[in-house]
């Protein structure tokens, strides 16, 4: 063996000096490093709950279409005391195909936030969104899963799941689209209905009036028609913007036929340019608006101009109580409607018409908050004889009509054992709101 040479140059055996040291630190730090071995990260769950939904949509559409039918009625007319065993058989198979799908619906409607990632400029040219009717169904099947847990007696369950729609509608109106917002607002009327036909059977007043609190926390900015109609408007003056960056060499003419939700023409360029011409002039465009690039141009900042005005006009007035938003929306959009294109999207942007349709949802959740204080407050002799006995379950004061201000009507059925509450209909301006009706009588439930 040759004896150690100290001459070997210095820079090295600093080198191994430090590696040295470096061993000496680790091994003092993890002194049972040797015994350990290293693990792949675990799978987390995505937080955004669009990913979710996206999935839950992909499950329902590979079922039978056949099955999937009886999804296209409101919720309230899929079970019914009059439903068959064979109705029952149907929704018992829907929801066995549909396993996947409402697992990874619960799964999205616990998460916090839903993004789908919507590129606001593809929906320049399209007004068809491909999530909104799926989400909506999806609704109405995890509202049949929350009755079959009902059917059980598994009523906890049966809560939560009918809670996680209502949050898949919240997710839906805090979208960026009119059309989102209001396939939420129909995803809610779905949940709301469930929550009442629950707390009218469920044996629990215990349970009932948790899931009262839990409805009450959740209620306020369900939706806000301001916000909504403006984003809508915007895109509206977004789609102008880019239908005239694309003219006259772009693809200007199918831009239009889309937004006009036209038929397409079987014909080549010029057969596009002349039709988009012929559906826009039917609507009231001039036809001179298409000679040069400076017309065009002309014509969209007029057009531009208008929207700009409405959305701020709409805003304002949809800020009020849903009777001053009603009139107020309607007597702008009569004084804008002369000038504006008359194609559909127009029409959705009427703000009279977007008050009343979220007016009729804040009645309907009105009567969930009275139908859950209602049954909260039934004993063994049936539910209570007047609202006033549930007042305090709903903070000392009763909910009245957003219609109109007008009570509840409330009417005890088969000597308190069942139980019709109700909004009357009214007539605000030239709009009529429709009575919201909701009755229980003692049946058994169809069983799941």
């Known amino acids: 063996m040759n004896p150690v040479d100290f001459t070997h140059p210095a820079p090295c055996r600093r080198i191994s000096v430090l590696v040295l040291a470096l061993v000496i630190a680790v091994s003092s730090a993890h002194p049972s490093l040797a015994d350990e071995s290293l693990d792949l990260p675990l799978p987390r769950t995505a937080t955004n709950a669009a990913l979710h939904y996206q999935r839950a949509i992909l499950f329902l559409v590979a079922v039978d279409p056949a099955k999937r039918e009886v999804l296209g009625k409101p919720i309230w007319e899929i079970i019914t005391p009059d439903s ?15 396993r996947h799908a409402i697992r990874s619906a619960i799964v999205g409607a616990n998460q916090l936030q839903a993004d789908f990632g919507l590129d606001i400029r593809q929906y320049m040219l399209t007004a068809a969104l491909p999530h909104t009717q799926p989400m909506v169904d999806l609704a109405k099947l995890n509202t049949l899963h929350g009755m079959q847990r009902e059917s059980t007696g598994d009523w906890k369950s049966a809560a939560e799941i009918h809670l996680a729609t209502a949050r898949m509608g919240r997710h839906m109106t805090h979208q960026t689209t009119l059309d989102e917002a209001l396939a939420g607002v129909e995803i809610l009327e779905t949940a709301y209905y469930a929550l009442g036909q629950w707390a009218t059977q469920c044996p629990d007043t215990a349970l009932i009036e948790q899931v009262l609190d839990l409805v009450a926390a959740f209620s306020g900015r369900l939706v806000d028609p301001a916000r909504t109609l403006y984003f809508e408007a915007s895109i509206s003056q977004m789609r102008l913007d880019a239908m005239q960056d694309a003219f006259p060499d772009g693809p200007w003419a199918e831009m239009v036929i889309e937004s006009l939700n036209e038929e397409f023409p079987n014909e080549g360029p010029e057969g596009m340019r002349a039709a988009a011409i012929a559906a826009a002039t039917r609507r009231g465009v001039p036809k001179e608006a298409f000679d040069n690039q400076e017309s065009f141009s002309r014509f969209m900042n007029k057009i531009r101009s208008l929207y700009v005005s409405l959305a701020r006009e709409s805003a304002a007035c949809l800020t009020q109580s849903p009777p001053s938003s009603i009139r107020q929306g309607e007597a702008v959009y009569q004084k804008y409607k002369p000038k504006l294109l008359n194609t559909e999207r127009s029409s959705k942007l009427n703000p009279g018409r977007i008050a009343a349709l979220f007016a009729v949802h804040e009645a309907e ?7 859950l204080a209602i049954s909260a407050a039934k004993t063994s002799d049936g539910f209570p004889s007047t609202l006033d006995a549930v007042a305090d379950k709903l903070g000392g004061e009763l909910p009245t009509s957003p ?7 409330y009417e ?5 054992k069942g139980f019709s509450i109700a909004v009357q209909a009214a007539s605000v301006g030239e709009v009529e709101l429709p009575e919201i009706k909701f009755e229980h009588l003692p049946v058994e439930p169809a069983a799941l």
Do not use: C, N
Request: proline content about 3%.
């Open 403 to 409: 219609y109109d201000g007008s009570p509840f009507v």
């Open 365 to 371: 959740l009105s009567l969930t908050h009275l139908i």
């Open 412 to 416: 005890l059925l088969d000597g308190g």
């Open 84 to 98: 068959t065993d064979a109705d029952i058989s149907k929704v018992d198979q829907l929801l066995i195909e549909s």
